[in-house]
């Protein structure tokens, strides 16, 4: 069955074809970064507009990237939530008219089952239980997965999500937006024991964790350099220092949660998974407990729409969700993870 997958939850509008059977056919993507970057943050109402404008190019690129006709569509996904309302209602409503036009079955999916189940992209042989990481411009979570659609929550951020707290140092440090790849890039320059910065919540006695206060202590460090002290090395410095304040904290506590659950395998997810620094200390710390990692391919792990005509294939191969007719069914810009079975 071909399944046709669309995100458009935030800034990024994604389309993909995915066989159940052979897996990703091909996808298309549009970033709004530019869009957004003047303001240095999303403006929701540009962002609705902006993929009103591209997704039917899109969808059009696509058929004719991967040779299929709209005709050969079996199934339609799209991402229902969490996210951004008006943006939400754009793929929700295209999936909706165009699905009821063919008299398609309609599958709603989780953007943030999308990024856990992403590395099953190119790991179609990934096996559960497993740890999942998730870590994007909006969630830091340290889930348990044993299966499509049994997620249990271990821990998460009390404030800022880890992409945010990469975002906002960047900000501060007078990169574009959104900082963290400008960051990472910035600090592969820079010497990370130049500056303490502090470990928030590292030594808690829970998953969970804190970066608000991290951004604060950067902006402390920048505010202390003269004007003549703001140099490329000191930026690179405090730009090392910062990613390496972030990954500490991720990694101490996901090996916690792997010791805690005694699992084996662990998958690492959403935007700040490219992170490269990130990857190499993961893979270095949990060849010790001889956990295996995965992580998605680095285009699949900020939005994009393979991810959930993944997610949409995946259900419908473990005989999780009912392909059903139902052309009436909301967004949901808050939709708790752990709430994502009521849906289907
Ligand atoms: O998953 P995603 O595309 O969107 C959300 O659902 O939030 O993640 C975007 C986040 C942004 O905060 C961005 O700065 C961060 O991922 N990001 C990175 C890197 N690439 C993207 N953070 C650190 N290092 C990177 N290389
Ligand atoms: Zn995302």
Redesign the pocket.
Known sequence: MLVLGIES????TGLALVDTQDGLLGHTLHSQIKLHEEYGGVVPELASRDHIKNLLPLLHELLLKTNKSLKDIDIVAYTAGP?LQGALLVASSFAHGFAWSQALPLIPIH??EG?LLSPMLSEPKLEFPFVALL?????TQIMQVNGIGDYKLLGETLDD????A??KT?KILGLP?????????LAKEGDASAFALPRPMKHSKDLNFSFSGLKTAVMNQYNKLAASEITQKNLADLAAAT?EA?VDVLVHKVIEALKMTDSKRLVV??????????RSRLKSETSKLGVEVYFPPLEF????GAMIANAASERIKAGKVKLNKNYNQPVRANWPLEDINSFY
């Open positions: 939850s935030c800034d990024e996210g953007h943030l990024h870590v994007s411009g909006g969630h999500a880890a992409g945010e990469f975002d960047a937006y959104p900082g963290g790849a400008h960051l990472a890039r990613q972030i997810a959403g935007g700040v998974g490219a992170n490269q620094e990130l792990c900020t939005d994009n």
